[in-house]
């Protein structure tokens, strides 16, 4: 598993969501003249991040969460890649209730899709023009398609996984693409309680450790998050949960008669956030991980070229 550190400053995240706020308004009055993009829920996160000091030490770790995934789709806009989106799928960004507990609306599976065509399009491996314009969620160059599905819940993932698999069947039967890959996100069904419990344990040990070498409580808490070897445990940690989540259902049903050779693998993302701080600083990590299944009806020469297409999908902290 790649894992790639990605680290901004508060003043830059605002940079970047005034950005996506009005890269978004461009395109959305393009349909709608009289959207209003600061009266929507994603006006309402901007004042919030404006005033972040006031909020409590877990509401802004979840607004942080929030602003750092939208401002992931700036690279959908600023012409840095080549997908042909539907702008009408963008009203989806704007619509739902403002809440700091995001994970269950319905935006989220539209956002998956964007997610995953900007890391196909960003891939050093898989650089191609990306299409989702047609039936398939996403397609890329015309050879692999994706079919994203969001899990709310535990009990959808067998039933989402061999829906998805029967699009694909249906995408290479008429000729859309190749083949394809399941891409799935599983941060709803994570225990968010125990990974937190696990990353709180891993700082206070880091922080023992890197205190007998710097006195200077700030240099310490920045020289943990710049630990490579932290920031690895901390994402093998989260894989790890996903995983344990992926397989449990994916053995106990009758998933694996389903897929045939036309799906080449399952791929299972998952995101969260963590609050890591000393006396006087607190600082908001989200963290993203992407696991993977390989179809092993698959060649050892296919098997290969699909991991190895995969790694390029970047993770991060």
Known sequence: MNFTSNKKSLDLLKSEYNEFLSYLEIVV???RPRSNISSTKLGRYRKQLDKIDSLSEDEQRKLIEIINKYTSLNCLFNGSADINYKKTDLFKMIEGQFTLDDKDQEYNDTFLELSMALRFAKSVNVASSINMHTDCDVIVGNEIAIECKYIHSSKQINENISYAIEQIDNRVTSNLAKYGIVALDLSNVIDREKITNFANALYDDFYHGHKRLEDNDDEVLTSILNDRNFS????????????????DKLFRFPVMEK????????IFQATTSFNFSNDTKIIPVPVRVMP???N??????????????????????
């Open 29 to 31: 009055k393009e349909v």
């Open 259 to 266: 897929m045939n050779i036309n799906t080449k693998a399952i």
């Open 296 to 317: 092993p009806k698959l060649s050892n020469e296919e098997k290969y070229i699909v991991a190895r297409d995969i790694h390029s999908l970047c993770n991060g902290i």
């Open 292 to 294: 993977y299944f390989i």
């Open 232 to 247: 690895s445990i901390l994402g093998k940690y989260l894989a790890h949960n996903v995983e344990v989540e992926f397989y």
